[in-house]
C-alpha cells in the first residue's frame, strides 16, 4: 500500500480512536543489542550478514598523519584512538546451496568478538547445513571459526575453499621461518584452522578469478594478504561485491585511502587494490559487503570532493 493523504487520514482517524496508551511499566535494561542478523536479497539469491562482534582497532596503526587521522575521526564523529570495528559474515542462499563467506573468529581473539555460533543459530542457520565455506584470506577474524571454542571442525559437511596463492603463502616453511616472531602465530592459527578439513579431502584451492559455483566467482585483490579474495555474488541480473578486508576503518580509508594498515603484509600493492576496487564500484554502482565495515556493512561507494565517500545502505524491511 502507497500513503497517500487519504490512507493516512484513516490511519490516523483509527490511532485516535484506538485503546488509550497505557502507562510505562518498570523495566530493567536490556544491555545488549539483538541478535547480529540482517538479510540482503540479491536477484534470486538471499545473503545473511551475521555478526561476529568487533575488535577494537587502534587509529595509530593506520599509515598517514596522525593530525588529519584525528581530524577525519572527528569529522565521523568517532572516538580517534580506538573504533570498535565489526566482524561481519556472509552466509549465501542460492535456494539449492548454503556458502558461508568467512568464519570469524571463534574464541582466539577477544572476548568482543566469537558471536558468530550465536548469530547463526539467531538466523536459524544450523552449521551442518553449510555445503561450502569461502574463505577471502587467511588471518584469524576470517578463519579461526573453523573450528568451535573446543577445536572441533566448525562445519562438517562443508568444502572449504581457498585461493592458491593465500594458502602457498601461509603454509610455506620457507617464509614461516622469515616471518618475524611476533608474526608465527598467524601463521600457526592459519595452518591449525583448515588441518582438519584438508585432512579430510575437503580443502579446496582456486586460482585468482574464476567461478567457484552458479552465481558466486572470486576476484583476486592482493596487497593486504598475498591471496586476499573478493566474491562476487550474481542472481537474475543484480550483484553484491563481497570484499572482505578492502577497508578496515571506514571513516580514513574512504576518504584517504592511500592509509595502509599495519597488518597489510604489502602496503603498497593494497592501497593500490583499494583504489582499483573503488574505481570499479564507483563506474558499476555495485553494493559492496564489508568484513569489517559497521554491521551490516552493506553499501555504496561514490566519489567525494576528494577521495571517496561510504553510503550505507538503509534498514530494509522488505526481502
Ligand atoms: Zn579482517
Redesign the pocket.
Known sequence: MHITRRTFGIAALGGALGHAVPALAKAPLAGAQAAGVYRQKVGGFEVTVVSDGFLPIETKIFSGDADGAAKLMERAFLPKDVVATS?NEWVINTGDKLVLVDTGTSNVLAPTVGRMAKNLAAAGISPAAVDAVIL??L?P??VAGLLTTDKAVAFPNASVHVSEAEHGFWTSPDIYGKAPAEFKAFFDLARASIKPYADAGKLMLFKGDGELMSGISTVAAPG?TMGHTLVRVASNGSQLLIW??VV?NWALQFPEPDRALA?DTDQQMAIATRKKVFDMVVADRLMIAG??LPFPGLGHVGKASTGYAYVPVPWNEQL
Request: charged fraction near 15%.
Open positions: 566482524v577471502t584470506h588471518h577474524d576470517h593486504h572482505g578486508d578496515h597488518f568484513a569489517h
